[in-house]
């Protein structure tokens, strides 16, 4: 069984071996294999996936046994693993200048080496709730509840940083190290209360102690044929009443297994060890502590920096930091990152690793970025007929190019698929993997009407729920349409859009861009006023001549509408006002109905070539009481229509939805979703990766990206509205959940709920069975509804939080079709890496008008962006250091984020992230696109514009995505500065915008009526309200020049590099030192990729990538070498530490080779002013 089983990984056969510790294999190494990579399965290191039924009973039932085995021995007698040994050695040496040589010794603790003892110590074992001056938890039927005592918190003056080792920012607090020794005696030595384990309140033998859990948060991504993947070290260490937030954390990175283990001991692992070392203590008992008594001077000896961070006391009771939450760290030059929370916040605990394990990628050479993203996959609706033509052969649906597609065939697909697959003597082939998935011939045809997919020499059954794959990766499924009205036969495309959205504010729409558009979508019918006139008036547009509808002359002859030669796509253009048109069309254009343009596109989308002129006779109207209706019937299926919520209109006209018909081949993108928060990324020479998809992806160098969670901590805001977040009630319809700000609602709550029938309707069906289940069992038992918000002052919370699995995790079939379809379209072989580097930058903007904050402080206008707008490098770094935001529902303010948005995560100075960013930007030749949430000008969009331009931009190419291109046919238009009243408003800052052409032109691909969704108010916001427009684009800049003078005073801006030193100086004084603008050639030409490969500053970062990397080296070849000497034989055996040892030094070989320097040409290298 599997109690059995969970008991008997933690007992030791080995007599070499130390007493009490599991023969697990390392969780970490299980995580390698198993995390990123598409084609991976289920990470068990994460407790994914999660069990049900009997079997999670069984889970449970043997954690409960292992705990109280567990509880039997004294953690005073286990010796300290290896990871425990190097950071109490690190404190010790550390601190010895102001401790006398005392040495810091960590308290005994229970280790968590087994996924879940956290879940199961965080409440009673015989009781379902736990009540601690921190927090309220519950067990819920859904999973556990936990209400910590404030529902969120703020991120200003949190951050406190020990002198010593790195230079801290102007935005931290500086603290003494004599205060940090302080601090670190009173958070290893809470009181009993805090100590309190709460599995075992109410028993009759309650323990207290300390619980601890070993992390390996992720470095630098696996880009396979190019490096592995690395991570750091993390020990997260907390008192027995705070395990919830262990729980908390286990659940976002995973458990890195027991640490005595040798498997699990970093040192040993050279090819995987990043060689950095952190760790998180929680301390909610250092708020208590007077600054006076950890060691802080009087006012009257205190400096200037000391008095700015209230480092010093006048009154001998002032708490320190006024009593309020704080962490505070201290970071080495060693690799070294040890922190202290004084709060239970779970966010806080989260972002505290993420911080770490950025400080890890500044060491490293690569990017830690708060980021969300997804591979997007077109997608359209072929209706009831599929057959191969150029939307199958081409890149995507509208794919431009005159060049003759290379056929594909089934022949060369099954060479490239091989063992994988299964072929059948009908002519198919069977996903040895996922049998409901079909490989088919080029000529395939597959239609509703017959329920068969056919093709010269056989057939097969059209089944809903499979897949059936074209030789060119293309692929296509018979779904039931979104209103479930009748079945439609859905394709998509075999190549993504990988859209990356980093440094993306709070609020920005980070995690909005990976979710579906499916759920913003509502459903009605085309209307017909008249039958007879109106179908004289389509047929009228059908049969006019259009080639005098341009102002300069085309050149040849277009086809009929009705013609299979003109695309829907094409119509819709034609029939949308452009300024390419005569104002004589465009004229005739507004004349038109929208009932009529309705008809046009619906008689083109059903229109059969067997019908000849006949098609009014296919259209027609029901008869309701001897009266014709108003509702359009094809062949008697009455038709249905969907919309789009784009934004509301402002409260003066009614606050209502503003609603646009989308096309009727419309089918949102397939999304696998790549990040959502914490992301590491690396810079690839695009020569350096073999089977990218050369057709599209021509950057020079290439972003490949990983995310570090595994579980995200979600705020699901449209959840309080039922039905209106379908992931959400369908995760927390789920077992096992985490969750936060939430109501408990008690099994006689729930019945309440099913009983009022009509609202209780309005829940998707998951989240009522779960309900009605509650409801059923004991009265008294809790469950949690996704649309009960914990009330806070009598008012719902704006900040609920869950933990969702990702949700790449739980779509194997998707993520299998993904690197196959990519391989056929490639012409890879399959058993190959397939890569999907980022080709897309879409950073988010909060955006508000005037508002302020609930205290009353006013907050300036910021919405003076369009929904899409490109900025050229030196505008996007001036946004990009500053990172300022409206009103964000997760936080208490409004401002500058700092840097990236990682101004709370962030414990360096900021230079080596953007130093680290902007070169990265330069030589991959990225484009900057940022998108708009909350409010452009005064009307309100919230995330609904986050959602819609993935859609958009996975249905362009890479060459229409191209800036060159979207400019020379005006699609962007250039924002220039206004001259108001004498002086200069920098509205050049905002840099170019969508123009109508852009809206016409892509944004027909996926509405029928796209010049309506961004009229001319949205596209150009100065037009709501003119005067909240200059004072907005004064908020940015004036934001802008604040934030630069920071990097001057605190003396940082001495380590930026060239272009970023230069743009900080114009943002600062208009100017750089040499006389320079931000428009002048001179700092134009040191963002030109050409001229940073030759400069010595980027050569530098090269030759300090070697020297890092040799020194991790040899320092894990020095750690293998001592364990090959000092371990037992079976140890060394164990982990084939000889095997280890002899990669290492090849590698070692390798790195300090002249080659090795030359390799990194196009990488950004590493930050020489990190360098020891």
Known sequence: SSRRLLLKTNRSTDPARQPNLPEATSPAQDQRKNTMSLEGSWPTSGGLPEPTGIKRKERDDALVDLIHQRLKVDPATEKLAPVDLRIQKFLSEHLSVVREKKPVVLPPMMSLDQYGMARTLSLPEGANTYTSPLIKSFRCHNGVLHNPVNDKRTTAGVFHVAEGGYPIAHDKKAVPLLTFSHLLDAALNPDDQTLELPFTVGSANPKKGWVKLLLRPLVCPSVPGYTSEKTMEVRFIAPGSMVANVDFVESVFGNGGEAR?????????????????????LAPQMLKLKKKDVGLPHWDAATERQRRDGMAWKDPNEKYNDGKAFKICVRTHEG??????????????????????????????????????????ASISWGSYFHEDYRVQRPNHHFESIKKAQPYTFAEALKLLGSTVTKKPEGYAVDNKFPDVFYVPE??????????????????????????????????????????????ICGTVAEPFNYHKPATVSGGGKSEVSKLLSDMITFGTVRIDSVKKDL???????????????????????????SPQSTYGSIVKLLTPSDEYTDEYNDWLET?????????????????????????????????????GDVAYVDGQRVSVQYLRVGQEEKSMGGRSRKFQLRHDFVPASKIQTEDDISASIIVPRTALSNTNAEEVLHPSLKMTQNCELRLFQRPDD???????????????????????????????AEGLTQHAVKFDEFTEPMQKRLKRA???SPTDYVVSSANFRLVNGKPTANPRYLQVRTDFGEPRARHIASVAAALRRRVPVTEAVHFPVNGVLPGRRNNPPDQLADGTPIRPLSVFNPLHYQELPELFMDLITSVTGKSPSTTGAGSEAALTKGPFNALTYVADLNSTLVGFILSGYAGFSTAAGYIGRTRVDHDISLLIPEVMCRMSEAERSVKHLIETGCLEKVEDIQLSGRAVYASRLGYRITERFVNRFLGRIFESPAEVFNSPLLRPEQQDWAMFVDGVDNLVQAQQKAAQTYIDDGSIKDACPPLKAILYCMANGKTPEGYT????????????????TSAWYLERLACKKRMETKRLQKGIESLKNFIKTASPADAKRIHAEDRLKAAEAEYKKVTSEQYAKSLVGTAGAEPCLEV
């Open 261 to 281: 283990l040798v498997e699990n001991d970093a040192a040993l692992d050279v090819e995987h060890w990043s060689g950095h070392t952190g760790c998180v203590i």
């Open 719 to 749: 959840a309080i509205k039922r039905g209106a977040d379908t992931r959400c009630e369908e995760d927390m319809a789920g077992d096992g959940n985490f969750m936060s700000n939430f109501e408990p609602l008690t099994g006689r709550q």
């Open 536 to 562: 004289a008036y389509v047929d009228m547009i059908l049969k006019r001549k259009y080639h005098d509808r341009f102002k300069v002359p085309q050149q040849g002859q277009e086809p009929p509408i009705l």
């Open 592 to 628: 038109i109905p929208p009932v009529i343009r309705s008809l046009v596109f619906l008689v083109k989308r059903v229109y059969k070539q067997k019908w000849g002129k006949d098609w009014k006779s296919h259209i027609s109207v029901m008869s309701v009481d001897g009266r014709d």
């Open 775 to 777: 409801a059923a069992d």
């Open 443 to 488: 000529d395939a045809i597959a239609t509703t009407g017959t329920g068969m997919v056919t093709w010269k020499g056989g057939e097969m059954t059209l089944k809903p729920g499979c897949l059936y794959v074209h030789p060119s990766g293309y692929n296509f499924r018979l779904e039931k349409r979104l209103d479930g009205r009748g079945w439609h």
């Open 336 to 377: 070294f990152f040890i922190t202290m929370i004084a709060d239970n916040y779970f966010g806080y605990c989260k972002k505290e690793v993420k911080t770490q394990l950025s400080f890890a990628c500044n060491l490293t050479g690569t990017e830690e970025e708060h980021a969300g993203g997804a591979l997007a996959f």
């Open 1078 to 1093: 931000a428009d002048s050639p001179q700092v134009r030409d040191l963002f030109k990729r050409e001229n940073v490969l």
